[in-house]
């Protein structure tokens, strides 16, 4: 005859049975899973550099750049639209504002009529 250990399971086996019964993920899971969406960040911030003033129109799922928003604003008017008139069109802060508005005159896109009013070279 065998006899029968009183053999007591460990709190730790309990645990861990009960996890893997209902598919509980344990911290080593949740960790990997971790890396892997540090790792898919890195790669769409990758891809998206070069887009990282892309807005998606409201109308359309058409992406335009911010730049190109406040140009074609700026067409807009024959004789000039302020900076605060755009402002309040594109909500932009002032900084960002202020740098679209210095690449597109450098680009010669707009011209200065005078201080705080632009008009676009480009006729359409």
Do not use: W
């Amino acid at each position: 005859m065998k006899k029968k250990r009183n053999k007591s399971i460990s709190f730790d086996a309990m645990v861990k049975f009960f996890m893997q019964s209902y598919d509980i993920p344990a911290g080593k899971d949740i960790k990997k899973i971790s890396l892997q969406l540090d790792r898919i960040e890195a790669l769409i911030a990758s891809l998206c550099a070069g887009e990282k003033n892309v807005v998606k129109t409201p109308l359309s799922n058409i992406k335009i750049s911010l730049t190109t928003r406040v140009l074609n604003f700026i067409k807009r008017f024959k004789n000039g639209v302020s900076v605060l008139q755009i402002k309040a069109e594109t909500g932009l802060e002032d900084k960002r504002l202020r740098n679209i508005i210095y690449r597109l005159h450098n680009s010669d896109q707009i011209k200065r009529k005078k201080r705080g009013v632009y008009i676009s070279f480009i006729k359409e």
